[in-house]
């Protein structure tokens, strides 16, 4: 579908600033990478292939006797036994001799002077998940290595694992959270600038009240009392945050309910939703885009500000809050620090820039050459 005028004149001031294009650029691709985390890092497999068969182990469970074994548990593949089952065809030998079968199989294609079908294993770049134990040669937290290019963390879990996985999770709560937030901040805001009067006057009222809630505070509490998951935060933050664009869509209202636009609209017997929605949102989109850079990154810092308290996610998925917890914790390990630091840098510099330029985008008063 063409877009509009209006839009591509949008469109172009967007890419005309190349900070801003650039960093969407950037995010889009780190974004993307963490979206296929389980292919990136993950302690199976991706492909097998085992008597001209392929097998997908990240995608599928498959028992020990899938390749020759004995057990009916989810294969081990990284134990030499299940390795050598797999390399050598499933030769009954791999049980005493597992390295000199392989080794055997690679170089002659044989176990024993018997014709095997030699398989092979596709491992991921990162060879762990995010709960992976990984063993090490030196205590946990152990230092940056070359099986572990950043390290691993206090309970000896891959950081390179838990930062792929931990950049997904951490962006989509906040951007689940700031899209929620966004809609129910701004039809809140429009319903009380449009109608003004006692509407006005109790939602205000009301938000007054309820942001003299300690959020933090109820949040921790609640967080102690129920089971803690991705989506009771997500609740908890939406439930505390959608007052964040009230106030600036409201005085934005509030300025164009009686412009000359919105009085004809009246006269001609237009709704007052496809007034509010239709002619006066686009007029208040650039205060309420102003405001987006902080909802996103406000988000963010939330949930890492509880991880760090332990108040937030469990301890079994991956978060970034945990890893400067962590980073406090041992102080004798710098590299948790220098990669908390890093990737929330990172992370927060690159959405502020990309929603800067779609806030100077959707204002009619800049144009960039």
């Known amino acids: 579908m063409a877009l509009s005028s209006l839009n591509q004149r949008r469109w172009r001031n967007f890419r005309a600033n190349k900070r801003a294009s650039w960093s969407l650029v950037l995010f889009c ?32 469970f498959y028992s020990e006797r899938t390749f020759g074994g004995d057990l009916g548990t989810e294969a081990n593949y990284r134990t030499p036994e299940v390795e050598c089952l797999i390399v050598a065809g499933g030769s009954l030998d791999c049980w005493d001799d597992p390295a000199g079968i392989m ?33 090490t040669p030196t205590p946990a937290p152990a230092p940056i290595s070359a099986q572990n290019w950043l390290g691993t963390d206090e309970a000896s879990r891959d950081v390179l694992a838990r930062v792929i996985y931990g950049f997904r999770l951490s962006v989509t709560f906040a951007l689940i959270v700031t899209a929620l937030t966004t809609v129910i901040g701004i ?62 869509v409201r005085a934005e209202f509030l300025r164009a309910r ?3 636009y919105v009085r004809a609209a009246k006269a001609l017997g ?15 989109m650039v205060a309420t885009l102003t405001m987006l850079p902080f909802v996103i990154t406000g988000a963010i810092s939330g949930l890492a500000a509880l991880d760090y308290l332990g108040f937030g996610l469990p301890s079994s998925l991956p978060s970034l809050g945990q890893l400067t917890r962590q980073a406090q914790n041992n102080l004798h390990a710098p590299h948790l620090a220098f990669v908390s630091f890093f990737t929330f840098a990172i992370m927060l510099t690159l959405l502020i820039f990309i929603f800067e330029g779609v806030r100077d985008a959707f204002d009619p008063r800049k144009t960039f050459r």
């Not at 979206?35 to 097998?55: G, H, I, T, W």
Request: no cysteine.
């Open 29 to 60: 691709i780190l974004y993307g990478l963490t979206l296929f985390a389980e292919v990136l890092a993950n302690d199976r497999p991706l492909l097998v292939k085992y008597q001209d068969s392929y097998y997908t182990p990240f995608l599928k």
């Open 103 to 135: 080794a055997e199989a690679q170089e002659k294609g044989t176990a024993k002077g018997e014709p095997v079908q030699t398989g092979w294993i596709l491992w991921p770049v990162v060879p762990y998940s995010y709960n992976t134990i990984v063993e």
């Open 187 to 248: 039809a809140a805001g429009a319903v009380q600038g449009y109608m003004g009067g006692k509407t006005d006057l109790l939602f205000q009222r009301f938000i007054e009240i309820w942001q003299s809630v300690p959020s933090l505070y109820v949040i921790i509490i609640l967080a102690a009392v129920w089971a803690r998951g991705f989506w009771f935060l997500v609740f908890l933050t939406v439930l505390f945050g959608w007052t964040a664009l009230v106030g600036v």
């Open 258 to 260: 009686n412009f000359e």
């Open 270 to 284: 237009v709704s007052d939703v496809q007034i509010m929605f239709r002619h006066m949102l686009p007029n208040a």
